[in-house]
C-alpha cells in the first residue's frame, strides 16, 4: 500500500476515502440514533436522477446532484413530519422515481457513453484534485455545523419532546439534519456509489452504539472504523485488482458480523455463567400445605 501512494490518483483516493470516512461516521452516527436509515436510503437511490439531470444538461457532476439531492432530501423530510404513517412508502416513490429520473435522462444524454458502474459502486480512484477540494470544503461545513448545533441535535435525536420543551426549534433542525445528510450522500457516492453508501453510513455507528457513552464518542468511534475499513478496502483493492467501493464495504461488513458473533458468544458466556434460581417445590411449602 506504501508504495501505492506514489501515484497522485491512490493519493487522492486516499484523501477521498478519509474524509467521506469522518464525515459518514459523524451523520451516520445521527442518522443510526434517529432511525432514519430508510429516509437516508431514499437520498441515496434519488440522488441517481441528480445524475442524469447533470449529464442530459452537461451540469458538473456535483452542482447537479447536489440540487437534486437536496429537493429530494427536503420533500422526504416534510413527508415524515407531516405523514409519518404514510413516509415509507412515499421515500420509496420518491426512491423509484429518482432512479428512473436518471437512467431515463442518462439514456437521452446525446454523445455520452456514461459508466454506470461508476456511479453504482463508486470511482474513488478517479477523484481528481479539483473535486476533492470541493469534498474538503463541503466535509468542512458540515462538522462546523454539526459543532454549533451539537447539543440540540443530542436533545432532538433522544427525546423529540423534551427538545421542544427547550424551546430548539424541532422542525427546522430536522430539515437541516436532512440537508446535511443528502450533502454527506453525494460526497460519499463519489467514493463507495449509490448501492453502498448507505453501508458506510451505518455499519460504524452501528457498532460503536453499544460500545459508546456519548453521542460523541459514537461519531468519534465511528470516523475510526470507517477510516479503518476505507484504508483495509483501498489496500485489497489495489493488491487484488478489486472495485474500490465494494471492496471497502465488503472488509466492513465482514467486521459487523464478526462483531455480532462476539457479542452473542460474550452473551452466552455470561448466560451460563449466571447461577439459575432453584424452583419452589409447592409440595414442601408449609404455606401452601
Given at each position: ?217 459514537m461519531m468519534i468511534g465511528s470516523s ?14 489495489y493488491a487484488f485488482d478489486l472495485t ?13 458480523f464478526l462483531n455480532l458473533m462476539v ?27
Open positions: 500500500m506504501i508504495e501505492a501512494l506514489q501515484f497522485e490518483f491512490m493519493r487522492n483516493a486516499l484523501a477521498a476515502g478519509l474524509l467521506a470516512s469522518i464525515i459518514c461516521g459523524i451523520m451516520g452516527t445521527l442518522v443510526v440514533v434517529n432511525r432514519i436509515v430508510f429516509l437516508s436510503g431514499g437520498i441515496a437511490h434519488a440522488a441517481y436522477g441528480g445524475i442524469g439531470l447533470a449529464f442530459y444538461f452537461g451540469l458538473p457532476y456535483l452542482a447537479g446532484t447536489l440540487g437534486f439531492s437536496l429537493a429530494a432530501a427536503m420533500i422526504m423530510a416534510a413527508v415524515t413530519l407531516k405523514a409519518r404513517h404514510r413516509a415509507d412508502t412515499i421515500i420509496g416513490v420518491i426512491w423509484a422515481l429518482g432512479m428512473a429520473c436518471g437512467i431515463i435522462l442518462i439514456d437521452l444524454s446525446p454523445g455520452y457513453n456514461v459508466d454506470l458502474m461508476s456511479y453504482l459502486f463508486g470511482s474513488i480512484l478517479t477523484v481528481p484534485d479539483s473535486e476533492l477540494w470541493i469534498m474538503i470544503v463541503m466535509g468542512l461545513g458540515i462538522v462546523a455545523l454539526v459543532a454549533v448545533y451539537y447539543k440540540d441535535l443530542l436533545a432532538l435525536s433522544y427525546d423529540e419532546e423534551f427538545a421542544r420543551i427547550r424551546g430548539v426549534p424541532v422542525t427546522a433542525l430536522y430539515f437541516l439534519l436532512i440537508g446535511l445528510l443528502a450533502v454527506t450522500v453525494v460526497m460519499v457516492i463519489q467514493v463507495v456509489g449509490l448501492i453502498l453508501v448507505i453501508a458506510l453510513l451505518t455499519i460504524p455507528p452501528f457498532i460503536m452504539e453499544k460500545h459508546a457513552r456519548s453521542l460523541l464518542q475510526v472504523l470507517g477510516i479503518g475499513f476505507t484504508v483495509a478496502g483501498l489496500w485489497l483493492s474500490s467501493g465494494a471492496s471497502i464495504i465488503m472488509v466492513a461488513g465482514l467486521f459487523f457479542e452473542r458468544l460474550i452473551s452466552g458466556q455470561r448466560r451460563s455463567a449466571t447461577p439459575s434460581i432453584p424452583e419452589k417445590n409447592n409440595a414442601a411449602d408449609p404455606q401452601r400445605s
